[in-house]
Structure formats: C-alpha cells, structure tokens
C-alpha cells in the first residue's frame, strides 16, 4: 500500500469523527434540510468526473466522463438551489401592519 | 510553472474543505442554517474553478456541455417542483450523486488495468465505489418514486426477494473476491457494475413507503462514502473529506431520524423480509362505524372552544392548504381561543418537512410546538383538528404489538375532549394502516379537500 493511501486512510477517519461531531446537536427542524445540504455536498463527486472527462482518451472513457460531469453537476447545482430554497423560509418575517 | 498550477490547486483545495466544514457546523442551527449552505456553495465553487486547471484535463467539452446540462436540469427542478416533492427529490439528486462515484470508479479502474498492476488499495477503492455507488443510484431512484408515488408506496414482498438478494450479494462478493485477489479484468468490473444496480433495486423495493425518509437518509450517507472512495481511487483529498463528511454526518443524521419515529434501522431494512404484519388490523375496518360532520357543525365546535390544537400531515401540504389553515388559526384568533400546532417529528414525510411547509405559509413560529412539548396538553385541549394527518396520529402505536407501526411515538390526539378529522376519504394512510381514532365516539369525521373544507369553516366560523 502506497503512503498516499494510507495517508487518505487517515484523513478520512479523523473527517468521519468530525463530521458526526459536527451535527451532533442538530434540532429535528433542520433534519431536513440538513439532509438536502449533505446530499448537494456529495455532489463534489462532479470533480471527480471532470478528471475523468477531461483526461479521457478512448471514446468509452468520453462517454463515462461525460455521463458522470452531467449527473454530479445535477447534484450539486440541484442539491445547492433546493436546500437554499428550504432554509429561504426559515428566515424572520417582519411584523405583519409594519408597511 | 507546472508546480505552481498544482500547488494552488492544492491551497484551493484546503480553503475549500475549511469552509465545508465551517458550512456544515453552521447547518445544523437554525439561525446560521442558511449562511452555512452558502460557504458550502463557495466550498463547491472553489473546487470546481481549480480542477479546471488541473494539468490532467486536457478536453473541456465533456465538462462543459455536461456542467450546462446537468446543473441546469438540477436548477430547473430545484426551482421547479413543489415543496411537498421535495423529498423525492432529495432522493434523485442522491441517485444522480450515487452514479457519478460509481461511473469515476469504473473510469479509473479502465485506466489502472490498461497502464498494469492494480494495487490493494487501488481495487479496494474501486470495488468500494462501484458497489456502494450503483446501490445508491438505483436505490435512491426506487425510493424516488415511491416517494412520488409512481410506484406503489406499500412494501412490495414476494417470497423469491429474499433468495434474490442473497443471490445478488453473493455475487457482488464474488466479483470483489476476482477483483482484489486476482487483479481482475474490465468485465469483472462490469458484472459488478450491473449486479450491485439491481441490488440496489432489490434492497429498497421491499421497504414500505413509511420508512422512506430513512432510507433515502442512509442512502446520502452510502453516496457520501462512495465520492470518498472515488476519492481514494483518483487520489483525490478534497473528495475524501467532503465525501467522509457526509457518509459520517449523514449517518448519524439516519440514527437520529430513525430514533424519532421509533424504528431501528435493523427493522427498516429486515423488518420488510420478516412476516406480513398488520393484516389484522385492516381486516373488519368496514363494519366500524364512523361519524360524519359539516363545516357548520365544526365549525361551531371550533369557535367556541378555549384551546385548540391542529394537527397538520402531508394531506394538507398535498391540498395546498397551509395558507387556509393559517387563515382558519387568525380567525379563532380574533375570537380568543389559544391555537396550536403539534408537528410530529415525521409530519409530511420528512422530519422537519412541515416546518418549511408552514413557514412558507408564514405561520408564526412559537405556535409550532413539538411532539414532546404538546403531548402532554392534548388531555385539557377542547378540539384537536386533524387535517390530513394519519399515522402519526394513530393509538395502535401505542397499543396493538401486532401493529407494523407499533412502538411510534404519536401525538395523543385521542386523549382530547372532541376530535375533528379534516379527510380526503378514508383511505388508509401512507403507512397503509387502518387508524382507530377514526371510529372513536368523540371523533367527528369531516371529508373533503383540506383546502375546500378549510375555506368552508372559515366561512361558518366568521358567522357562528
């Protein structure tokens, strides 16, 4: 096993922690969009395609590249404007007969 | 100059996990929520603009043409769809995320077996991510559709499913086994590719509509460890942390939504392959008699009531009628009587779901009280109103051990002085279960469209 890897291992374990940390004392009002938050945050798999997009050779590497960049964009840019619109609605509204 | 290209790709990386970080710290309170989805926006954008000078891509029409076509479809339905959609597509952006780990572990493992040795790590990560992507894809689209109901909400069973799905894990084990202990071929990855979509299928179509959000849930935390693997695979840091982020946060975020409705996780998942419940319940529902109102009626029973507690379920955000049941709170309002809402955890079908439904119907927010702040009120409570809510309401959670529901926290609607059940028909509810509190002497059914009936006892309220 390369240093690399066992390097990943690492950062991976330390981030899992942090992550369970992290939302540990989240109210289930947020459970929702938290839910549609973490779900548009995986979409930074996007990247992951556009190497494979941009570094494809062969007509199969194209397709796969292209494939993976349309539905991890998908993820992300839906997944981004869909939690935005959620917690849009959670901001305070001014006192109704204020005009 | 190379190394310069790659050590900003590397500082932009860091900056970008930083604010991931900070993001997701600041989702999980209500008052910051907002502001940390957008540092996880800028997080996103900041990756995306140095991976474009990343000296590896050489193409950038793929990447392109993909970006405008994926992220404008994901912004028209973003922007598009009804918030009472909103879990199912949660649910589909999930797939869509799902697919693309899978499709980079495929890609890169075209590219290791073509330049030679695949090493442990490298077939590890693939297998990994290949595996857990295609379950997610398939199983997010399945629970997709449940969700929306194009196909049917119930658990679907056949005796054949459980051999099936052993069959199908035994050879996605099989095809790991090839791959890790004899470096594998471009088929072998392939069959795995093909078998774990159909497991995918497999594992979520015997899960009754009910446990859906809790599915969905664990299946953003499998999509989240497989951007990790794909991470591994293209030695990628960025993907590896915001990857293991969500796979953690997500997971614990499945225990806490599954503790709020009361169902361990082992039950969700085998729970669908174990013995038929429940049949007893719906069987002799015909013959338990019910008894009907009219909007005047209710409405007199409202508007001279003291406390009044409303019950709001996916029915009235289905209806449209947040905007009629805030109408009908302001009304008792003016006439004195103490309005509340109790929102069950799982309310709509997604805990929280119905406190952006009633948001966007600007219903003030120290009116929504909690199951747990309320339950205690029901007893000195003259009128519980029910509109469009079901299971969460139902006493055989309390009660019947044969119930598949048992064991549920539910809000004792039943424990109040008089109920009004505001409903469409009486169709059992999303968990297909009939509901006793239905047929109990102080429950007045009242039928119809949530947002017709509502409009109607505002009427009447205003006259009585």
New interface residues.
Partial sequence: ??L??VL?VY??LL??????E???????????????????????????????????D?T???I????????????????????????????K?PV?GQQ | MEDLRESIIHIAYIISAAL??I???R????AS??Q???L??SA?VI??LA??I?R?????W??I???????G???Y???K?Q?TA??Q??AL??G??G???A??A???F??FARDGEV????GLSVAFGVTVGCIAFTGSLIAGGKLHEILPSGAIRNPLQMPLSILLVLGVAATWIFLLGMGGEETTVWIMFALALVLGVALVIPIGGGDMPVV??LL?SM??L???A????????????????????????TV??SR?MNRPLSNVFFGAFGAVSGGAAAEGAEAKPIRETTADDAAVMLGYASNVIIVPGYGLAVAQAQHAIRELADELGKRNVNVRYAIH?VAGR????M??LL??A?VPYDQLY?MEQINGEFQRTDVVLVVGANDVVNPAARTDTTSPIYGMPILNADAAQSIIVMKRSMKPGFAGIENDLFHLDKTRMLFGDAKNALADVIAAVKVV
């Fill in positions: 096993m390369s690399e890897f990943a950062v991976f981030t899992v922690f942090l992550g369970i992290l939302i540990n004392r989240v109210p289930a009002t947020l459970h929702t969009p938290l839910m549609s938050a973490t779900n548009a945050i995986h979409g930074i798999v996007l990247i992951g395609a556009m190497l494979i997009a941009g570094a494809a062969t199969l590497l194209h796969l590249g292209l494939v993976g960049v349309i539905l991890g964009a998908g993820n992300a840019v839906g997944g981004f404007a869909v939690t935005d619109r959620m917690l849009e609605m959670f901001k509204k109704e | 991931f970080i993001g997701l710290k989702l999980s309170a209500p929520a907002r940390g989805n957008q996880a926006i996103m990756a995306f991976t474009l990343d590896e891509i050489v193409t950038y793929a990447i043409i993909g970006t405008l076509i994926g992220g479809i994901g912004l339905l973003a922007r769809v918030m909103m879990p597509l949660v952006f999930n869509m995320g697919g693309t780990a499709v980079i495929v890609g890169e075209l590219k090493s442990a790590g490298e969905v849930s953003n999509t989240g497989a951007a990790a794909a991470g591994f695979v293209l030695d990628n840091q960025i993907l590896v942390v915001a990857g293991a982020l969500v796979g953690a946060s997500g997971m614990l975020l806490l939504m709020a955890p997604m805990p929280g779901h406190n952006v948001a966007e600007n909690e």
